[in-house]
């Protein structure tokens, strides 16, 4: 099994920026393809951004330019850089892996899930 645990949220500003880190335990994902999602009140899970094992990336087009997703497979850990925050992009951040992803905008093909970060961005 693996844990994923979600951190960095909080209250910024609009214009601001945040880091989200989603820690990795219990086995070595290093090959797992992992992505981010958000969840605002009311909304569905909506794809941010997700990363293969071999590094490659992919964006939703609301964030495409302001976000940047990283893996630092020695720490078993992966990365979101949030730029340029707007009001809209207030979420809760969620984490999620997989082994094998093709359509990676769908959270039904995720194995397992963090329990998630809120993010508010003020105007």
């Known amino acids: 099994q693996v844990q994923l645990v979600e951190s960095g949220g909080g209250l910024v500003q609009a214009g601001g920026s945040l880091r989200l880190s989603c820690a990795a335990s219990?086995?070595?994902?290093?090959?797992?393809?992992m992505a981010w999602f958000r969840q605002a009140p009311g909304q569905e899970r909506g794809f941010v951004a997700g990363?293969?094992?071999?590094?490659?990336?992919y964006y939703s087009d609301t964030v495409k330019g302001r976000f940047t997703i990283t893996r630092d497979n020695a720490k078993n850990t992966m990365y979101l850089q949030m730029n340029s925050l707007k009001p809209e992009d207030t979420a809760d951040y969620y984490c999620?892996?997989?082994?094998?992803?093709?359509?990676?905008?769908?959270?039904?093909?995720?194995?397992?899930w963090g329990q998630g970060t809120q993010v508010t961005v003020s105007s």
């Open positions: 999620a892996a997989g082994r094998s992803v093709v359509n990676w905008r769908s959270p039904s093909v995720y194995s397992y």
């Open positions: 219990g086995r070595t994902v290093s090959s797992y393809a």
């Open positions: 990363i293969s094992g071999s590094g490659s990336t």
